[in-house]
Nanobody, 124 residues
Framework: QVHMVESGGGLVQAGGSLRLSCAAT????????VAWFRQAPGKEREFVAA????????VYANSVKGRFTISRDNAKNTVYLQLNTLKIEDTAVYYC?????????????????WGHGTQVTVSS
């Protein structure tokens, strides 16, 4: 049984940084593309970043490009999302998810295992 757990969220001032972690049991993350999505209050869940399996190609939403970085630590079976220069509009619940697709995809439909999310709140 696959179990995904996000951690590292919290309350931070605008301009600050956080590092989110996505750990998995029952699934070796290096064999999967892994993505981060987020959902702000009253809004639909949206794609944030993803890393492909194999070549570790990364892709980002335009709204976070240059500020967020996705990375893997295969020894720890964990994927990270480094959030820098945070903005108030980054406030959301952040979810990680895995896909068997070789190339990272932007669509939520491509992902078959999800965590329960971690809250990121950015204050002014």
């Amino acid at each position: 049984q696959v179990h995904m757990v996000e951690s590292g969220g919290g309350l931070v001032q605008a301009g600050g940084s956080l590092r989110l972690s996505c750990a998995a049991t029952g699934r070796t993350l290096s064999f999967y593309s892994v993505a981060w999505f987020r959902q702000a209050p009253g809004k639909e869940r949206e794609f944030v970043a993803a890393v492909s399996r194999g070549d570790n190609f990364t892709v980002y939403a335009n709204s976070v490009k240059g500020r967020f970085t996705i990375s893997r630590d295969n020894a720890k079976n964990t994927v990270y999302l480094q959030l820098n220069t945070l903005k108030i509009e980054d406030t959301a619940v952040y979810y990680c998810a895995t896909s068997p697709q070789i190339q990272a995809r932007l669509s939520q439909r491509e992902y078959d295992a999800w965590g329960h999310g971690t809250q990121v709140t950015v204050s002014s």
